[in-house]
Structure formats: structure tokens, C-alpha cells
């Protein structure tokens, strides 16, 4: 049981540049969630989804898309990478909170680490 | 738009020493999280509060959840080196299971 995974782990773009981090989990979780951490910033939500086929903005959206198109999958996407977007991504699902407050407990891909030169 | 703040933003502890590190929201939460981050790692869960005035321990960690279901705080005992890391706090902005993050404390173990 793999969790939560995430490719690539590192990677190094140039201005303009165009990528797609993909997050996968096996858990069967209804709910997931990008992230990007940044020093003294804690964690900011950039998107999210409630289910497959669904997408919302969180936090930050701008200069990012997504899509999820498989229950398991969530990718995020930058169109035109900007040195802005230097950061530390992170990954996240959890299952439907529901009437189990429990439910809403989120568990972490290792991250992606990237540089926008 | 809720906010939840943590102090302090770094922690300095000598080993064996305690300390506590302290969160709190502007707004009533139905439950808190704490999540702990090791250095070059990704957050990880550690706890949930969800009563008024709730305590939780883990070994030398203790959890609480303030009366008023606005603020918590995490103290632990007799620190380790295995305690460093960046602890953060959470708590849902919605019923979609949106968390907002503190910012977290990152404590460094002297020892």
C-alpha cells in the first residue's frame, strides 16, 4: 500500500517552461488536494478536488491548472513556469469528511521539488 | 477569511528541556490537527482534537483544545532530537474537508 506518490520528485524548468506533477493514491479517497510549502509560508492550497471529474480553486490558483480525471489521479499543471513558482509541491487526499470528522485527516505525498529558473 | 496563527515561528530547545508551541484561529473550529514535518520530509499526521477543552497525549507530547474551540497547544517533554522537525497545526475552513495551515514552528534541538 503505496499511499500517496508523487512524480517527479525534483525537476528544473525554465521561465516559460510547461510541466504536469502527478499525484496518485491508493487508498481510495473521495478528496485531493495541491499544495505548494514555501519558507516560513506553511502550506497554501492551490487546488483541489471533491471527486472525479471535479476541480476548485483554493488559495493560490493562479499560473496553475489541474484536472482529475481517474478517481486516483490528480495532476497539476503550470502552462508558462514563472521563478514564483520555485517551491516545494505537495500532494494530499483524504476521504469524504461526512458526519466522521475523522474522515477529513490528510495524508501527504513525499513532495516535488521544483526550480523555475 | 479565517486565519490560523502560530507562535512561536522557531523554537530553540536544549535537550531534556520542554517547551510548548501555541495555535490559534480566528474562528470557532469544529476540530484541530497537528502535523508534524521532518527536515527534507512532508507533513505527517499526528493528532485530532474535536471536544471543547480536550487533552491528548502521545508519550512526551500533549495536545490541547482550548475551551472556546479557538486555540491549541502542543507541549512536549524532555525533548529529543528525534522531536525536530516543523510542527502545524489545522483546522477545517469548510464541510469539504479544507484544511487551513498554520504556518507551523520549527523547533531545533541543541544537544
Known amino acids: 500500500n503505496a499511499g500517496v506518490t508523487q512524480t517527479p520528485k525534483f525537476r528544473v524548468l525554465k521561465t516559460g517552461q510547461s510541466m504536469t506533477l502527478l499525484c496518485a493514491q491508493d487508498?481510495?479517497?473521495?478528496?485531493m488536494y495541491w499544495y505548494r510549502q514555501d519558507p516560513g509560508m506553511g502550506l497554501r492550497l492551490i487546488h483541489y478536488?471533491?471527486?472525479?471529474?471535479?476541480?476548485a480553486k483554493g488559495e493560490v490558483p493562479d499560473g496553475y491548472n489541474v484536472s482529475r480525471l481517474k478517481k486516483q489521479n490528480f495532476l497539476l499543471g503550470l502552462e508558462s513556469a514563472a521563478p514564483s513558482q520555485t517551491s516545494v509541491y505537495f500532494c494530499?487526499?483524504?476521504?469524504?469528511?461526512?458526519?466522521?470528522?475523522?474522515?477529513?485527516?490528510?495524508?501527504f505525498g513525499a513532495g516535488t521539488r521544483l526550480s523555475v529558473l | 477569511g479565517q486565519q490560523v496563527m502560530q507562535i512561536p515561528q522557531y523554537q530553540h530547545v536544549q535537550e531534556g528541556e520542554d517547551f510548548t508551541t501555541y495555535c490559534n484561529s480566528s474562528?470557532?473550529?469544529?476540530?484541530i490537527q497537528w502535523y508534524k514535518q521532518r527536515p527534507g520530509g512532508h507533513p505527517v499526521f499526528l493528532i485530532q482534537?474535536?471536544?471543547?477543552?480536550e487533552v491528548k497525549k502521545q508519550k512526551r507530547l500533549t495536545f490541547q483544545f482550548g475551551e472556546a474551540k479557538k486555540n491549541s497547544s502542543l507541549h512536549i517533554t524532555a525533548t529529543q532530537t528525534t522531536d525536530v522537525g516543523t510542527y502545524f497545526c489545522?483546522?477545517?475552513?469548510?464541510?469539504?474537508?479544507?484544511?487551513?495551515f498554520g504556518a507551523g514552528t520549527q523547533v531545533v534541538v541543541t544537544p
Open positions: 487508498m481510495n479517497h473521495e478528496y
Open positions: 478536488s471533491v471527486g472525479e471529474g471535479t476541480t
Open positions: 482534537l474535536v471536544k471543547s477543552g
Open positions: 474562528t470557532t473550529l469544529s476540530n
Open positions: 489545522a483546522g477545517p475552513t469548510d464541510s469539504w474537508g479544507k484544511l487551513q
Open positions: 494530499a487526499s483524504s476521504t469524504t469528511p461526512g458526519t466522521e470528522i475523522a474522515k477529513n485527516i490528510q495524508y
